[in-house]
């Protein structure tokens, strides 16, 4: 094959990587910066790339590819890990049978998120390893080489991302890809069935690879020192920084970290000689912590001298790096105006939101998707939102403590991805709450993907299909109605209100296509 160069974001250079490593199995579910991965091996690989209703079950449906012998990716965002961290405790204690890449893509500074924790304290906390790219073309390479080590030590491997390295464009080499692996079907109690009987000691054995991950990432080449000679100051860092540091090696030695965990003497090796030591990381101070047991002369977040909060960024390392810098400014005759995002002209949620409004609810508990923008002015028609399938829970439990006219708001997607147990939960504990599935057969927040609910599959083929009213009335709801938010909306707040001031849990379908999707349909 000839020697062929693309430009590639990070997401879709991870999904090349995957195809090159020889994967079977792609299965993610949606969340900015991680969706273009699945969307990119949907469109070019000609095996199997689709979308699971959630994390947790995109990682077991993985895990379970493995147990067949063979490779397989797993997508997800920074939050979508807490989803899937039941399983993924638990397979670094079992081991996995063929290589098993998790690729999670952290959001610093929460640009799409409801915050900015940083994945490798739960990569530390599942003793497994974590490969951080700077680049397309790193990631690429780090993805193939999370497969061998997940192979060689038994171990899912995690890829942090950012959404600057996901979502930034570098050219990429492209080679031929790998065979995929025979299916073989895997049976080993010991390491695949996890009874209390077999923890301890696929615990001890879990142990038993930290060390030898130590010799890997040391011999990987991953972890690497830039020193030239009388160097008195340096820059420890790792992913998307480390493409920032680089404009500053001329002045500043430096020391990238690619792999997880590493040999703290590195850390030690580096400051030797070093006056002044900068720690520049995306995400909270993992590195820095863990330099600040060898030196008192390091600057970054848990020193104070860079925010702990927010993207680490550019123009903020420059502020830091380069004495006397000042920003340049441009002047403009008035500010310019503040652009939050907004509901789209003519979005269903926005009509349902106008007849909820007229209905007047106690409270309303949102959920996280397009429609958690009804929070904002003009409609300010949520009270809260948390995190993924909370709406219904939240819901649930404010009305066993007597409050009634409680609303809870879930889309479509979000019912599907951790809605249903809540609701089945609410059934069960008698509380009186309503609950509204806003159904715009899209996850329209991240891109407009198909759901279960649509019988799509992320390949745009035609899959099984979910039908919502059946699976409420199977939770065992009190009752459901289906409407358009469009039409007759005095009737649509009767329908609440009527709902709101019943006993029991009762089912609102909303159903209106997105309109974003519809029109891309038309067109
Ligand atoms: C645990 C987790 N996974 C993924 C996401 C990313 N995400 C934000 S909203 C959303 C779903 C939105 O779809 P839906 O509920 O159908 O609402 P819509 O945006 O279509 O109105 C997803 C997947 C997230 N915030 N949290």
New binding site residues.
């Given amino acids: 094959m000839e020697m062929q160069r693309q430009l590639l974001s990070g997401n879709e250079a991870i999904g090349r990587g995957a195809i090159e490593a020889g994967i079977s199995l792609a299965v993610g ?4 910066p991680s969706t273009e991965i699945i969307e990119y091996l949907a469109r070019h690989f000609s095996g199997q790339a689709m979308w699971a209703a959630n ?1 947790k079950v995109a990682l077991e449906m993985a895990i379970g590819a493995t147990y067949a012998g063979k490779r397989a990716l797993c997508t997800m ?1 920074h ?2 890990l807490n ?1 899937a961290l039941d399983p993924l405790m638990t397979a670094a204690y079992l081991g996995v049978k063929a290589g098993l890449v998790v690729i999670v893509a952290d959001d610093p500074g929460a640009y799409s ?2 915050n900015e924790q940083d994945t490798r304290y739960l990569v530390n906390f599942a003793k497994i390893p974590c490969l951080e790219p700077s680049d397309s073309q790193e990631a690429k390479d780090m993805v193939i080489k999370a497969f061998d080590l997940s192979e060689r030590f038994g171990l899912p491997v995690i890829v942090r991302s950012v959404t600057r390295v996901s979502h930034s464009y570098s050219p990429v080499i492209i080679n031929e890809p790998k065979h995929e692996n025979p299916t073989r079907i895997i049976k080993d109690p010991p390491t695949m069935i996890a009874v209390p009987s077999h923890v301890i000691a696929c615990h001890k054995r879990l142990n038993e690879k930290q060390p030898k991950l130590i010799e890997w990432s040391n011999e990987s080449g991953l972890n690497q020192i830039f020193k030239k000679r009388g160097q008195k100051k340096g820059i420890i860092t790792c992913g998307v920084a480390y493409a920032y540091a680089a404009e500053f090696s001329d002045d500043f030695a430096i020391l990238k970290i690619g792999a997880y965990p590493f040999d703290e003497r590195i850390i030690k090796t580096f400051i030797r000689g070093l006056d002044e030591i900068w720690i520049l990381e995306e995400g909270y101070p993992f590195i820095e912590d863990i330099a600040l047991k060898y030196s008192k002369k390091i600057k970054g977040r848990r020193s104070g001298h860079i925010d702990m909060e927010g993207e680490l960024g550019t123009e903020a390392l420059r502020r830091h790096l380069i004495p006397n810098y000042s920003i340049p400014t441009i002047q403009l005759d008035a500010p310019l105006p503040g652009r939050p995002p907004v509901m789209c002209q003519g979005c269903p ?1 926005r009509e349902f939101y106008k007849s909820l409004n007229e209905a007047k609810p106690t409270f309303v508990a949102g959920d ?4 958690t923008l009804g929070a904002a002015p003009p409609l300010k028609a949520l009270d809260t939102c948390l ?2 399938g909370a709406s219904i829970s939240k819901a649930a439990g404010m009305s066993l403590q007597g409050v009634n006219g409680v609303v809870a708001v879930i ?4 019912f599907i991805h951790s809605g249903i147990t809540s609701l089945i939960s609410a059934v069960y504990n008698k509380a009186n709450i309503l609950v509204a599935i ?1 159904d ?1 057969s ?5 891109g407009h993907q198909p ?1 279960p609910a649509t019988g799509v599959t992320a390949k745009g083929e035609e899959g099984g299909k979910i039908d919502l009213v059946e699976l409420c009335k199977a939770c065992g709801v009190d009752s459901i109605e289906v409407f358009s938010p469009y039409e007759d909306k005095e009737k649509n707040t009767a329908t609440i209100k009527d709902k709101l001031n019943s006993k029991g849990v009762h089912v609102v379908i909303s159903k209106a296509p ?1 309109i974003l999707s519809a029109r891309k349909k038309k067109a």
Avoid: F
Wanted: aromatic share 6%; with cysteine; glycine share 12%.
């Fill in positions: 579910y949606p969340g900015t994390e965002k939050v979508g989803v998120s409801q949620h996280i998707g397009c429609y995190c993924m889309g479509d997607s979000t806003l715009n899209a996850v329209a927040m991240t759901t997105c």
